[in-house]
């Protein structure tokens, strides 16, 4: 059976044999390719059908993949403007977690004796259930850690390839978020995405962006149409909350609307501190507290991972003493004397006893056949009795320490962002010294200012590698260089433009400094 979709059609249903509806005469193959065969859902804006694709014989044929068309029924301008932007994003992202669509995917129908156009999109179809259904499904139990963990590093996955092409998607929630039975997530419903552009910034300002509000996860300044990057890790964050404590975010027993406040710990107890702390920073009331980009929040998410994996190791490596424990079979307890019976002689040593016919003659142990042997005492041994000749001394194993914590996220960060900061600058003065150097080609100390302009671009390949000698060479030496062109015999315009490059270079070069011995302070396996 194929469907009609004009608007006005009154008995939309057709055999597959039509090419042209028996009712109204609207065209049934769309763009010749596109049979409609059965309606999934309908809303205020549109109805979605599922379609077939024809085998085509020409260009891309994708009639395997499941498909479906999305039908725009209202027709007011910005209802136009959403679901074509949303058909121009999808066209240019492509990933697993993003909804497919061609380039030629949204196109336009017109019904047969109608003057008005059906905007149509043709993308591809997730199978499985949005987060609501899925938490509806599981009766509203909490997640665990672990699965949030999991599900968060494939969504900011997923919106790092969106935030790359400088766009975000200005509408996250769970029921925009769905979820594969192979257990992928797939971010959809793009009509509100926006481009980071000049004009968007001028509409942000003039206050003339539309507004997308979804109660208890639009941060604050999207209400108040000032959206940034930074907005969908609020959105996200007010997700996680509801996955991790089955509760809107705007449930009176975790939101407090006097402080405007998600208190959502102390109904998600199985999560622990540094996990919180994540979710937290994302949903930060100002954009600035929130995370800088994607790239942090996946670093943050990497260390997390990594924490979760090593209590993991130290809870099974406590708990294998108490399963060998419980395992072993108990005592055999040893025969009960009836009452009133003399107790049992003690046991004679059989070492004064002469052998009999009742008892084997004592035999010495044979050495020679014995291998099994004990290099080193126990611990507890070792730790009452001191070390001698025929005893070696207790010593620490070191694989059994238990592993060094990873470095602080926010630390590390700052260190890369100050060697960053020095090695441009070192490249600033580079290009300011082979200026000096072709500028007085001519002069008798021009050969001086080639060993510098050598000198400094070795420093800054140095500050790049995150050498701690280089930084400290090329703070030296510019502090030095500074000195010599304020004491020397240069005029005193000069002079004040070399003091006021030379400090600028001090300062960065500085920073340079703290941040290489940072970062090996951070990343050096034996740091305390």
């Not at 070492?351 to 044979?366: G, L, R």
């Not at 025929?390 to 100050?418: C, D, F, R, T, V």
Request: hydrophobic residues 35%; contains cysteine; glycine residues 6%.
């Amino acid at each position: 059976m194929t469907l009609c979709i004009a608007p006005h059609c009154s008995k939309p249903d057709n055999s597959d044999n039509s090419v042209f509806c028996q009712t109204c005469g609207s065209e049934l193959l769309l763009e010749g390719r596109y049979r409609v065969t059965k309606l999934i859902g309908q809303g205020g804006f549109g109805k979605t059908y599922e379609v077939r694709e024809v085998v085509r014989a020409t260009g891309n044929s994708n009639s395997g993949i499941p498909k479906v068309l999305k039908v725009l029924t209202d027709q007011q301008p910005k209802a136009v403007e959403l679901f074509t932007r949303e058909a121009q994003v999808l066209s240019h992202l492509h990933h697993p977690g993003i909804p497919y669509v061609e380039t030629d995917g949204h196109f336009i129908f017109w019904p047969r004796d109608s003057q008005t156009p059906v905007h149509c999109l043709i993308m591809e179809k997730i199978e499985g259930l949005d987060l609501c259904d899925y938490m509806r499904q599981r009766q509203f139990r909490p997640i665990s850690e672990q699965l949030a963990l999991e599900w968060l590093t494939q969504i900011m996955t997923i919106l790092n390839e969106v935030h790359s092409k400088q766009f975000f998607h200005r509408d996250i929630k769970p029921s925009n978020i769905m979820l594969r039975p192979d257990g992928q997530l797939v971010l959809i419903d793009f009509g509100a995405v926006r481009a980071v552009t000049q004009t968007y910034m001028a509409k942000q300002g003039a206050q003339g962006v539309t507004g997308i509000h979804s109660m208890g996860f639009t941060p604050p300044e999207q209400m108040n149409g000032q959206a940034v990057m930074q907005s969908d890790f609020y959105a996200l964050g007010r997700t996680w909350v509801y996955l991790l404590t089955a509760k809107e975010p705007t449930d009176s027993s975790i939101y407090d609307p006097y402080n405007d406040q998600c208190q959502w710990r102390e109904s998600a107890t199985h999560i622990s501190p540094p996990f919180a702390n994540l979710v937290d920073d994302l949903m930060a009331r100002v954009p600035k507290d929130r995370p800088a980009n994607t790239q942090v929040i996946l670093q943050r998410l990497r260390d997390l991972d990594q924490g979760l994996e090593q209590s993991r190791q130290q809870t099974e490596v406590s708990q294998a003493p108490r399963v060998s424990q419980a395992l072993s079979p108990p005592p055999m307890p040893y025969p009960s004397t009836p009452p009133g019976s003399p107790p049992p002689p003690p046991p004679v040593p059989t070492s004064n006893v002469p052998p009999t016919d009742i008892q084997e003659p004592f035999k010495p142990p044979d050495y020679a056949q014995s291998h099994q042997f004990t290099p080193y005492p126990s611990p507890q041994a070792s730790s009452s009795i001191p070390p001698t000749d025929i005893q070696s001394p207790s010593y620490s194993n070191p694989l059994s320490q238990p592993p060094l914590p990873p470095p602080p996220a926010n630390e590390l960060e700052e260190a890369h962002q100050q060697i960053k900061r020095a090695w441009i600058a070192g490249l600033v003065s580079v290009i300011i010294t082979f200026i000096g150097a072709l500028a007085l080609a001519e002069a008798e100390d021009s050969d001086f200012l080639w060993i510098a302009v050598l000198l400094v671009a070795g420093f800054t390949f140095g500050i790049y590698k995150k050498i701690r000698v280089c930084a400290v060479l090329m703070l030296v030496y510019w502090v030095l260089s500074t000195l010599s062109a304020v004491f020397g015999p240069e005029e005193g315009a000069t002079k004040v433009f070399a003091l006021g490059i030379g400090g600028v270079l001090i300062y960065f070069f500085s920073q340079g400094v703290r941040g290489t011995f940072t970062y090996h302070r951070l990343t050096n396996p034996q740091r305390q």
